[in-house]
C-alpha cells in the first residue's frame, strides 16, 4: 500500500485545508473522507430522507451507486461526483451540513465510505487523508497520525470567516455552539466515534499559523517515511 497521512480532528480544525497543503508539498494527493459523507447525505436528502427520520441505509447506498456517487482524482486531489457532474458545492449547503452526522453515525454506510477510501492507496497512490476516524479505523497503519485540534473560539472564527460572515460576538457564540454539538454528535456516536489514535500525534493549531501547523506535519511526514524500516 502507498504512503496514507492522516489528519484527524474536530469540525473547523482547520484539517482539509491543511491536508490539501500538506498533500501538495508531498505531491500526495488530498483525501476528503468527510465530502465522501457529504455526497451520501446529499443522496439521501434528495432521495426522500428527512431529518430525525429513521434512515434506509441500503436504499440510500443504491441510489448513490445507481447515481454513480464517487471520488474522481482532479490532479491534486479527490472531488466528489454525482451523476457525472462535480458536487463541491452542493454538498457544503446547510442541509447537507445539518444531516450529515446522521447520515454517517450509520455502520453500513461507514463500511461503504471506507471500501472507496481503501481502494486509493491500495492502488498505490499515495495519499493526505482527512476526517474523523482515518487514524483509528480506515487506515491504523497510516504512515504518520495527526490529530488536529484548535479551540473552539478559533474553530468558529475561521468557519465564519471561510463563509465571508461577520466575527461578532453573537456570531461566535452562536457558531462555537452550532460546532460544540457537532463535536459532540461525532464524539458521542457508538460507532467510529471521533477520538485520538494511541500512535497519533497531537497538534494544537490555536496559536500556530496556517503555515506553521502545514510546516510541521509535513517535517514529520518526511522525517517517518525516511525513516529505516
Ligand atoms: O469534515 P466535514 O465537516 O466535511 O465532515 C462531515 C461529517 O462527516 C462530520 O459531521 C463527521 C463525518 N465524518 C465522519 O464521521 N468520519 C470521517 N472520516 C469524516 C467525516
Known amino acids: 500500500?502507498?504512503?496514507?497521512?492522516?489528519?484527524?480532528?474536530?469540525?473547523?480544525?482547520?484539517k482539509s485545508s491543511t491536508a490539501r497543503a500538506v498533500a501538495e508539498a508531498l505531491g500526495f494527493a488530498h483525501l476528503d473522507s468527510g465530502a465522501l459523507y457529504r455526497g451520501v447525505t446529499l443522496v439521501a436528502l434528495e432521495h426522500g430522507a428527512t431529518p430525525g427520520a429513521p434512515l434506509d441505509a441500503n436504499a440510500i447506498l443504491l441510489e448513490a451507486e445507481r447515481r454513480g456517487l464517487s471520488l474522481l482524482y482532479d490532479g491534486t486531489g479527490f472531488s466528489v461526483y454525482l451523476g457525472g457532474e462535480p458536487a463541491d458545492e452542493a454538498i457544503r449547503s446547510a442541509p447537507v451540513t445539518g444531516m450529515v452526522s446522521a447520515v454517517s453515525a450509520v455502520p453500513e454506510i461507514r463500511e461503504w465510505v471506507n471500501e472507496r477510501l481503501r481502494a486509493l492507496p491500495g492502488a498505490g497512490q499515495p495519499v493526505v487523508v482527512d476526517g474523523r476516524d482515518i487514524g483509528t479505523v480506515v487506515f491504523p497503519d497510516a504512515t504518520l497520525k495527526v490529530f488536529l485540534t484548535a479551540s473552539p473560539r478559533t474553530r468558529a472564527a475561521r468557519r465564519l470567516t471561510q463563509r465571508g460572515q461577520a466575527v461578532g460576538d453573537a456570531e461566535l457564540a452562536q457558531e462555537t455552539s452550532l460546532l460544540a454539538a457537532r463535536d459532540a454528535a461525532d464524539s458521542g456516536r457508538p460507532v467510529a466515534p471521533l477520538r485520538m489514535a494511541?500512535?497519533?500525534?497531537?497538534?494544537?493549531?490555536?496559536?500556530?499559523?496556517?503555515?506553521?501547523?502545514?510546516a510541521e506535519i509535513v517535517d514529520l511526514a518526511r522525517a517517518r517515511m525516511t525513516r529505516p524500516g
Open 1 to 14: 500500500m502507498a504512503h496514507v497521512i492522516a489528519i484527524d480532528g474536530p469540525a473547523a480544525s482547520g
Open 198 to 214: 494511541e500512535d497519533a500525534v497531537p497538534l494544537d493549531g490555536t496559536a500556530l499559523t496556517f503555515a506553521e501547523q502545514v
